[in-house]
Structures are given as structure tokens and as C-alpha cells.
């Protein structure tokens, strides 16, 4: 049986030792975390109520509590246009985001997004055809092809996949960065995910959000956890979005929805097809963003949303642990500063 370690003590200890009131309040020096993206410092106000500083901090804590040693080496980075959180299509017509930009075991390009974003996770039995993404044009169509899924996972537990970039392409994806309107944050390593640490997403449709992880999927102790859920609210189009905690690569975006337990992990497969069930106000919301690029109107709504994930304790949601799918893919590394 599935272990699942979880529990709000967890969550209040890591805040009290890093030196986060129980009640977060806003203000104060930012300190670290000045490199920050401006959506990104106010997500962080908006969504965990407490400044950059102190989320830099608790973030850093919450690594100490999870007995993470030195960061995850990466493989080099260069200047490039495609950043963790962008958006891209596949052939069969799914919008989704990028997580974070890597390299394979034999040095060629790739990056990580979500399984169940490629269409052939579903076929039983499996088609042995490699789906293919294509880059989004500005009139949100589909426009070249990016690269091919490689490999893609989607069981029920695990929910990640690989894609080689094409080589007309590679360079486009030779940075650590994720996307922000105004910016992109460097990431500088792998985390592990660890009960009470925050958060933070940027995908193509809803861009920044905050949260704290509120359980972790970890059946082998000597192995980093499989998946987590979390409270940084993600719609349909930022499936395989990238997950953060201070300047840590942490997971990327699975699924969510109203559960009637925040802390149980489901064993179904996602359907990517399937819009996420949301109580009625953020149906709606999400329903306008999936006709194009919703950022700059969800930035102005969101302290209404902020207002509806408080009042809704059990929309939670669910990401695939960027440090799993380093340990299943030997060889495998993120593009890190």
C-alpha cells in the first residue's frame, strides 16, 4: 500500500521553523529573491501572504526538513527563447505548458511536460507512434514542429513525459529559465518535495500561482518522492507546467479538481481531454481562458480566485515530482545555472 505522508502539523512545523508566522502577513524587506519576476513577487504576496524574503526562506527550510543534500548538478545553459511555463500543441490538438528544459543522457535537447499531454498514453495497446508538438503561433495556432514525445508516462501514479527536440530547435531550448510576462526566474536545481514547503506554477493559461505542498506520494523511503498535491491553483492548458520552490525545479503539473480528500492521491489515469471538475465559479473562469491566452485577465481576477481556493479547502491539486523522473531516467538533467 501506498504510503502518504501528510498532515497539517507538518505544514505549521516547517512554516514555525522558518521563521513564517502561522498567520503570514504581508510587508517587509524583500532580501533574497529581489531576481524575482514582479508576477512572481506578487503571486507570492497574493497566494502565501508573506514577502519574497521570507518565501526564499521557508523554502530553503523546508529542503533542510526534507534532508536534501547539495543541489542536483545540471547540464549547461546558454541564451535561448523557450522557458519552462510556455505554451505548445500537439497533434492531437492538446494545449499544454513546458516544465523545465533538460538534456538527455546522450547530450541531445529535450524537455519535460506532463504524460497524459501526449495522445498516445491512451492507446491500449500502445500505438508505437511517437506524437509530435508544435510551437504557438500569435494567432494561437499551431506553427513548426518543436520535437516528438520520447517518452511519455501516464499510469495512474506517475505522470511525466520527455520530448526530444528536433535539431532546427535545440537551441530555442538551451536556457534554465521559466517564463514570466515580465522576466523569467533561473532554476538553479532539483528540490524534494517535502510537507508544508511552498510552492509556486507558472503555466500558459494561468500563469503565477502559490501554494504549499500539503502531502507527498513516497512508497520507498530511499527514493524521492513519486508526486505530491498542493494548493497553487492550475487550470486546463497549464498541464506539464513548471513547479517551484524558491529557485528549486519541484514538480510539474498533473491534475486537479474538488475532492472530497485534499490529502488522498487518486489511481486513475487523467483524462486529457476531460475539462477539470471546479466548483462553479472557477468553471467559468477557466472555460474563457481555454479560447487563448488568459494571464493578463486572470492576473486582475485573481484575488477573486484567491477568495474561492480558500473558501474551497478541497480544490486541490495534483504534480508529478521533478526529482522522480531524474531518478527513473538515469543520464537525464536539467539545464541549471
Not at 502561522?22 to 514582479?38: L, S, Y
Not at 513516497?218 to 491553483?233: E, V, Y
Not at 504534480?319 to 536539467?334: F, K, M, R, T, Y
Request: net charge negative.
Amino acid at each position: 500500500m501506498t504510503n502518504f505522508v501528510w498532515g497539517r502539523l507538518g505544514i505549521v512545523v516547517v512554516a514555525m521553523v522558518a521563521g513564517v508566522a502561522a498567520v503570514p502577513v504581508r510587508g517587509g524587506a524583500a532580501g533574497p529573491g529581489d531576481e524575482f519576476p514582479p508576477g512572481l513577487v506578487a503571486a507570492i504576496g497574493r497566494d502565501l501572504g508573506i514577502d519574497v524574503g521570507e518565501y526564499s526562506r521557508w523554502a530553503e527550510t523546508a529542503q533542510r526538513w526534507a534532508g536534501a543534500g547539495a543541489a542536483t548538478p545540471g547540464a549547461p545553459v546558454g541564451s535561448a527563447m523557450v522557458d519552462g511555463g510556455d505554451r505548445f500543441v500537439t497533434d492531437a490538438g492538446y494545449a499544454c505548458s513546458w516544465a523545465f528544459n533538460a538534456v538527455a543522457g546522450d547530450g541531445d535537447s529535450v524537455a519535460l511536460t506532463a504524460g497524459h499531454c501526449d495522445a498516445a498514453t491512451e492507446d491500449d495497446p500502445p500505438s508505437g507512434v511517437e506524437g509530435r508538438t508544435f510551437e504557438v503561433t500569435s494567432a494561437m495556432k499551431a506553427g513548426s514542429q518543436v520535437g516528438v514525445f520520447e517518452k511519455s508516462v501516464m499510469d495512474g501514479v506517475r505522470d511525466y513525459a520527455i520530448v526530444r527536440i528536433a535539431d532546427d530547435k535545440r537551441d530555442s531550448f538551451g536556457n534554465n529559465m521559466v517564463r514570466t510576462s515580465g522576466g523569467a526566474i533561473p532554476i538553479t536545481g532539483v528540490g524534494i518535495p517535502v510537507v508544508g514547503a511552498p510552492v509556486c506554477k507558472y503555466g500558459s493559461t494561468t500563469g503565477f500561482t502559490c501554494g504549499i505542498i500539503l502531502a507527498v506520494d513516497r512508497p520507498d523511503p530511499g527514493r524521492p518522492p513519486i508526486r505530491f498535491t498542493h494548493t497553487a491553483l492550475s487550470l486546463p492548458g497549464d498541464s506539464g507546467g513548471a513547479l517551484f520552490s524558491g529557485t528549486l525545479a519541484m514538480g510539474i503539473v498533473s491534475r486537479g479538481g474538488y475532492t472530497d480528500d485534499p490529502y488522498q492521491f487518486p489511481t486513475d489515469k487523467p483524462d486529457p481531454v476531460r475539462t477539470v471538475p471546479l466548483p462553479p465559479p472557477l468553471d467559468q473562469i477557466g472555460k474563457r481562458f481555454l479560447a487563448g491566452d488568459g494571464r493578463p485577465a486572470f492576473e486582475q481576477l485573481a484575488p477573486l480566485v484567491d477568495a474561492i481556493m480558500r473558501a474551497y479547502p478541497q480544490l486541490t491539486m495534483i504534480a508529478q515530482s521533478v526529482a522522480d523522473v531524474i531518478a527513473e531516467n538515469p543520464g537525464l538533467q536539467l539545464r541549471t545555472g
